[in-house]
């Protein structure tokens, strides 16, 4: 029911995007109460994953790996 998901996003204003671990399509509105997690990029600039357990688990090995989880882990809000 993805589209239903799609339709919930554009009526509230939220983002649709796809997840940058998975590809998966999915707004705003799933992760806006929740902190799923967030891929880190090269420049500094964290992308928002998908509220499925294993893209949040993977984003977070990539960023140990690129040395980006002490940042995440002090500056987290």
Do not use: Q
């Not at 600039?45 to 690129?66: D, L, Q, T």
């Amino acid at each position: 029911m993805r589209w239903f998901e799609r339709l919930v996003a554009w009526a509230g204003g939220y983002f649709w995007l796809p997840c940058p671990v998975c590809g998966e399509m999915f707004g705003g509105h799933e992760i806006a109460h929740v902190c799923t997690g967030a891929l880190v990029s090269d420049d500094g600039h964290a992308h928002c994953v998908c509220p499925k357990p294993e893209c949040s688990y993977e984003a977070g090995a990539r960023n140990a790996i690129a040395g980006h989880a002490i940042f995440l882990r002090h500056n987290a809000s």
